[in-house]
């Protein structure tokens, strides 16, 4: 191609060149995509070869991983049963019992429970039955709910030592939880679906719970320190008992508040005429301060807790099964 040529066709020789270029481009953009589509290959099959050697390995059982975890389990379970057992202590049972015998049970507790309130000169109702008057006027529980029904008239001993040793001023009332109201909706549930027995729901663990609790109301009036001093025996006695409520009232609230402070009359402004015959007007008392009392008279407390109930410990058979 000579000079002449590219003078008198520019644009063709311009466009040639381009082209030229454009291939050579192209080639080099291919040599180097091979390359890595070459090394990218090789890595997914080395990838892929890897895998396939791990599925079809067969590592397990590991006897050494499954002594491991055998031990490991046990530990835990020691730990759990360790502090569990640490919970349980002062925990009241369930006791089975027939129905003849918790009748003698339950009249035998609570002239002992009114004897020792007696003995500590605290007032109480006449003939108070501590939350069991359908069964103190004579009406036989179930016999599945006798067991959860000796468990709950042993707290309310407990709870009415406590009330002696902080030496409250008077009982007025002690409720406990009732299940047995829930027992009679299973029962009747149970005639229409099959639902289970009675028993099942008094007599026995909350399903399959490590740990419920039962709650109980009590209404008393005692001194501020009296209760505090309950509050701290209820904190520290081995039974597991937590407090939810505490509402204490003052019954001479409007006393230790004072009343409405009078307002001196306005004296009359000087040069006013008294009126003919009127008295002298005496002189307005001094408002008196707010009389302040505290410690000295009995408040009116209703205190709610919870008594937890733990499962019994867990137990390690042969093999690390449960």
Not at 179 to 192: C, I, T
Not at 226 to 254: C, D, G, K, W
Not at 304 to 311: E, H, I, T, W, Y
Request: glycine share 6%; with cysteine.
């Amino acid at each position: 191609m000579n000079l002449a040529f590219i003078k008198k066709h520019p644009v063709f020789v311009l466009c040639l060149g381009v082209t030229v270029l454009l291939l050579i481009a192209t080639g080099v953009g291919l040599f180097l995509s091979e390359r890595l589509y070459a090394r990218q290959a090789l890595a997914l099959n080395a990838v892929t070869t890897r895998l396939q050697q791990l599925y079809q390995r067969d590592p397990f059982p590991a006897a050494a991983n499954v002594r491991k975890e055998a031990e490991n389990l046990k530990d835990v379970i020691d730990q759990y049963n360790e502090l569990n057992e640490f919970l349980r202590a002062g925990q009241v049972n369930l006791r089975p019992m027939e129905a003849a015998d918790f009748m003698q049970f339950l009249e035998k507790s609570l002239r002992k429970l009114r004897d020792r309130l007696q003995n500590a000169r605290i007032k109480f109702p006449e003939k108070y039955a501590f939350g069991f008057d359908k069964y103190a006027v004579g009406q036989l529980p179930a016999s599945g709910d006798i067991p959860r029904l000796v468990q709950q008239l042993k707290i309310i001993e407990a709870l009415c030592a406590i009330l002696q040793d902080a030496a409250i001023t008077e009982l007025v009332a002690i409720e406990r939880e009732n299940f047995e109201q829930a027992s009679r909706g299973a029962e009747a549930a149970g005639g229409r679906r099959g639902a289970p027995p009675p028993e099942a729901a008094g007599n026995a663990l909350e399903g399959d719970k490590l740990v419920y609790s039962q709650h109980f109301k009590i209404t008393f009036k005692a001194r501020e320190n009296a209760v505090i001093t309950m509050l701290n025996l209820l904190a520290s006695r081995p039974m597991f008992m937590v407090v939810t409520r505490v509402e204490m009232t003052n019954p001479r609230q409007e006393y230790s508040t004072g009343g409405s402070i009078p307002t001196p009359a306005a004296a009359p402004a000087p040069g006013t005429p008294s009126k003919p015959g009127a008295a002298p007007s005496a002189p307005e008392p001094v408002a008196h301060e707010r009389q302040i009392i505290l410690g000295r008279e009995e408040l009116d407390v209703k205190l709610d807790l919870d008594v937890c109930q733990f499962a019994p410990s867990l137990a390690i058979k042969e093999g690390g099964k449960k």
